[in-house]
């Protein structure tokens, strides 16, 4: 063995050790993973009636489409603007403002098949009670000014720690 791989008592070297932990943890994390969809595949097919599956798999193909072009997209998007407000936006304002998004577009998800359903007028008006795309936009709404109010402390919490002297030289 190479200086590198070992120590003088021929055990490996840090580097090593840790790169084998983390490859252990890997494949432990992707047949976990695996495992789950598994079980989610084999729990979907007991449960859903098969004329159902189209509507599922329908479900799952506008879930992938609606995040991968036009979610994803609209959060890099705003991540570089931001980042290219050079020194003046930090990384953390970035962070908060894509999390912000992230919550916003998992609840759209989430409600907007209440919004389509209300179309179809259910024979049951308590199965849908509410007006939920004016609740889905003023969540939004919120949620825009929650992400504005935690930017601007953030941003003026880092700007008043850059601006500091410095007094460790003195």
């Given amino acids: 063995m190479s200086d590198q791989l070992s120590t003088d008592r021929g055990a490996l070297a840090p580097e090593v050790e ?3 932990v983390m ?3 890997r494949w432990g994390l992707i047949v ?3 495992g789950l969809l598994a079980w989610g ?3 979907m097919l007991d449960t859903v009636r098969v004329t159902r599956l189209p509507g599922v798999a329908l479900w799952i193909i506008a879930a ?4 991968d072009a036009i979610l994803a997209p609209i959060v890099l998007l705003i991540g570089i603007l931001l980042r290219r407000g050079g020194q003046r936006v930090g990384g953390t304002v970035v962070v908060v403002v894509q999390g912000f998004i992230v919550v916003g577009s998992i609840v759209s998800l989430i409600v907007v098949p209440a919004i389509v359903a209300i179309n179809y007028r259910p024979a049951n008006p308590t199965v849908l ?6 609740n889905l936009a003023i969540f939004w709404l919120v949620l825009a000014v929650l992400a504005a109010g935690i930017s601007a402390w953030l941003y003026s919490r880092t700007k008043r720690t850059n601006e500091r002297p410095d007094t460790r030289h003195s």
């Fill in 18 to 20: 840790e790169t084998r």
């Fill in 41 to 43: 595949a084999y729990v």
């Fill in 32 to 34: 976990l993973g695996v």
């Fill in 23 to 25: 490859r252990g943890i």
């Fill in 129 to 134: 009670p509410l007006n939920y795309g004016l």
């Fill in 64 to 67: 992938t489409v609606l995040h």
